[in-house]
Each structure stands twice: as structure tokens, then as C-alpha cells.
């Protein structure tokens, strides 16, 4: 399998169904299984407005704010600021979750897995493009996605834009990441 470009132009936008914001699905796996019969899905939702989450009956979240000043998120009763922009934050996308925006409309990198079916582990990262970044080759029974989440990127001869994910399966050689701003590489795994 050779490393497959997901340009950011080509996602359909859907409205939440309360209008608070867009959701735009990067992959779900397994392939096809977007909307509710998803093992894991990555996207990006861009929030309009103050107002409750979607809940997920069976599903862990991880939740990275890309774009924008941050929310405070009320998960269950417990308040938790998102106000620092790449720092990936989990909790349960089965309890019930109320956000208020602190300061005008973000955009989140989605991750949410079905537990006992599905684990996943985000880590964002900063490079230069003089001075790649290695993302290891996927294990068997892993996927890799890195999507761009500020600046310019690059892994192996595909060009990132904005928002823009490459897809890495298993077999593959590892990666050189290149970027001037900040990446997610998302390890997603089946259990």
C-alpha cells in the first residue's frame, strides 16, 4: 500500500444536528463505516456556537483544538478549559458534554473509537522542513494518519495544505514528515 492523500477540499461538510457547528470526516474505519457504524472515525468540526455534544453511546473521544480561542467543555458535571491549541484532551463521547465557546468559532481534529473494538493515541507535532520528523511504519492491525493542522507539510513527496491527511497502512516504509508549523499523527488500532 503506498501513502494515499485525503485532500481537505474533497470532505462534505454535515450540520450537527443541533446547528451548533459542521462536522467534516477525514476516514472512518472500517472503510464505509462513517456515521454511526464506524469502529473509529477521524474528522474535524468546525463549532459555531455554545451547546451540547452529540453523544456516542460506546465511544471514546480525543479531542484536539486546532483553530481558535477554545471552550470551556463540561464532560459529566466536570469543567475542562480548552484553551491551548495541539494539546489532544480524551473523555468519554457517551457521557453527556455541554461546550462554551470563550471566544468566537473553533475547529476540533475529532478522534473517536468504539471501545473493545478500536484504540487510538494522538500526538501533535512540531518540525521544520529542514529537519523532518520519522513516523513509524504501522504494526499489523494499525493505521496511520497524519493530518496538517498549521502550516505547510509535507510527507515523502506529497505536499499538505491546510487541514489536508495522508493515509499510512500496514507494510508501509516509515515516513519523513515535513513542516513549519504542526501536525496530528493519529495511531489507530483494532482490538
Known sequence: MTPRLLPAARRVGVAWKNGGGITREVLAGPE???GGGFDWRVSLA?????GPFSVFPGVDRILTLAEGDGMDLTV?????????????LAFPGDTPTDCALLGGPVV??????RRGRAAARVEV?????TDPVRIT?????????????EGAAALGDLDL???????????EEPARLRT????AVVVLRAL
Open 46 to 50: 468546525e463549532v459555531a456556537g455554545d
Open 137 to 149: 511504519a504501522p504494526a499489523a492491525g494499525e493505521t496511520v494518519l497524519v493530518v496538517a493542522l
Open 108 to 113: 476540533n481534529l475529532n478522534v473517536m473509537c
Open 32 to 34: 464505509g463505516g462513517g
Open 180 to 183: 513549519e508549523g504542526r501536525a
Open 76 to 88: 459529566g458535571g466536570r469543567r475542562w478549559r480548552v484553551g491551548e491549541r495541539f494539546v489532544p
Open 125 to 129: 507535532v512540531r518540525g521544520r522542513l
Open 161 to 171: 495544505g491546510p487541514y489536508d491527511a495522508v493515509l499510512l497502512g500496514p507494510g
